[in-house]
């Protein structure tokens, strides 16, 4: 007997016996945000694809609804248990992967949980100091630019970025300042401006 049984295992005897119900497979779907969708996060995005047969025919459609954290970003994945593809009779389904992608935004550029902004300044708020409005992700908040103030200068504002999707705070909003050279100037302010190259005792062109 115990001759049999090997030869039974090296020669496909217990090949007969019943596999148990398979579970459904696991999906991957890509959701799509807006940069303001994944700095507020969503509280319901619904998703929409088709059911896929283990024959590779079409299936049913489908939908889930997504809770979206705020401060989701490009590559991060949010995982649902059990909504994925259906399992044999008796076994459960399959998870559903989410890829999130964000899109670029035209103003704020993101620096993992850090935003950038420009800050275009003439010469005079620059050399002068002035207080100006910035928009930042809750609403527009005034900002003091000390007097003095380079091109390229940096200036913080400490929680203004985008939250942690673990809930531990917010970066900063920072503010680069861009030096704003007119076009076309007036008459008034060419004279102005001699005057101040002549203080400043710049040669002159």
């Excluded at 001759?3 to 459904?24: C, I, M, Q, V």
């Excluded at 504002?157 to 007036?186: C, E, F, M, W, Y």
Aim: charged share 30%; aromatic share 4%.
């Amino acid at each position: 007997e115990p001759f049999e049984d090997l030869l039974n295992e090296f020669f496909g005897g217990g090949a007969g016996r019943r596999r148990g119900p398979r579970r459904g497979a696991d999906l991957q779907l890509t959701l799509r945000l807006s940069f303001m969708e994944a700095a507020r996060g969503v509280k319901e995005k619904t998703l929409e694809w088709h059911e896929v047969a283990r024959d590779g025919r079409r299936g049913d459609r489908r939908t889930v609804d997504v809770a979206v954290p705020a401060g989701v970003d490009t590559g991060m994945q949010i995982r649902l248990s059990g909504k994925g593809g259906e399992g044999d009779r008796g076994a459960p389904a399959g998870d559903l992967f989410v890829q999130v992608e964000v899109e670029p935004d035209p103003y704020f550029d993101r620096d993992g949980a850090d935003v950038h902004v420009a800050l275009p300044l003439n010469f005079a708020d620059a050399a002068l100091g002035a207080t100006v409005d910035v928009l930042t992700l809750d609403g527009v908040v005034q900002v003091k630019v000390p007097a003095g103030c380079q091109p390229g200068a940096k200036l913080r504002l400490r929680g203004k970025g985008l939250p942690s999707v673990d809930a531990r705070g917010r970066g900063n909003q920072i503010v680069t300042v861009h030096l704003q050279v007119p076009d076309r100037l007036s008459i008034r302010q060419r004279e102005l401006l001699e005057e101040y190259r002549k203080e400043a005792g710049a040669p002159k062109s």
